[in-house]
T-cell receptor, first 117, second 116 residues
Framework: DSGVTQTPKHLITATGQRVTLRCSPR?????VYWYQQSLDQGLQFLIQ???????AKGNILERFSAQQFPDLHSELNLSSLELGDSALYFC????????????????FGPGTRLTVL | AQTVTQSQPEMSVQEAETVTLSCTYD???????LFWYKQPPSRQMILVIR??????QNATENRFSVNFQKAAKSFSLKISDSQLGDTAMYFCAFMNPGAGSYQLTFGKGTKLSVIP
């Protein structure tokens, strides 16, 4: 158990709908990262938040958005869902944010499996 | 942009034998970090081992060790005394903290099967 929690574990929805995925980081971790794992794209970084502020953006669609709340949990919002959005969405957390010489390991949650029908 | 390449989509090894998974990467950075993550059938991403580029000594964690060749931009994972529980997808990942983020860039993965 990494200490990172994600809810729900599974989500089945229809095209055009909107869903929210939730992540609680490990105790003491200030950074939250979202990744998408799909068969065709592999594991891709979507976005990072550090202590409530957006820190880095990757291959995140405009239909997707995220935020980190004062209690440091994060939500990933996916809207106007398409079949191709079906994937496993991971949240990871780390203590720091980047930009230092010493690395900071990311610990992953169990993921949310999203199926768009 | 950094890229990570895992050229072996699938591999198999007999239980108790040794196997090496390959990973190459492309970067112009000098200070970076490399990781191997394991994803068993449960889909959980588990950190196996990490290597700091400024360290010449290869990282080791129990049965897992790496062969880090900075000039060749190669980062292979050796699993000794393979166990059935090692059956999983293995992902090589790159991190450049100097970019201001600890985001990871992953390879496509190698599916390892340990045969009894």
């Amino acid at each position: 158990d990494s200490g990172v929690t994600q809810t729900p574990k599974h989500l089945i929805t229809a095209t055009g709908q909107r869903v929210t995925l939730r992540c609680s980081p490990r105790s003491g971790d200030l950074s939250v990262y979202w990744y998408q794992q799909s068969l065709d794209q592999g594991l891709q970084f979507l976005i990072q938040y550090y202590n409530g502020e957006e820190r880095a953006k990757g291959n995140i669609l405009e239909r997707f958005s995220a935020q980190q709340f004062p209690d440091l949990h994060s939500e990933l919002n996916l809207s106007s869902l398409e079949l191709g959005d079906s994937a496993l969405y991971f949240c990871a957390s780390s203590v720091g944010s980047g930009g230092r010489k010493s690395t900071d390991t990311q610990y992953f949650g169990p993921g949310t499996r999203l199926t768009v029908l | 942009a950094q890229t990570v390449t895992q050229s072996q989509p699938e591999m198999s090894v007999q239980e108790a034998e040794t196997v090496t998974l390959s990973c190459t990467y492309d970067t112009s950075e000098n200070n970076y970090y490399l990781f191997w993550y394991k994803q068993p059938p449960s889909r959980q991403m588990i950190l196996v081992i990490r290597q700091e580029a400024y360290k010449q000594q290869n990282a080791t964690e129990n049965r897992f060790s790496v062969n880090f060749q900075k000039a060749a931009k190669s980062f292979s994972l050796k699993i000794s005394d393979s166990q059935l529980g090692d059956t999983a997808m293995y992902f090589c990942a790159f991190m450049n903290p100097g970019a201001g983020s600890y985001q990871l860039t992953f390879g496509k993965g190698t599916k390892l099967s340990v045969i009894p």
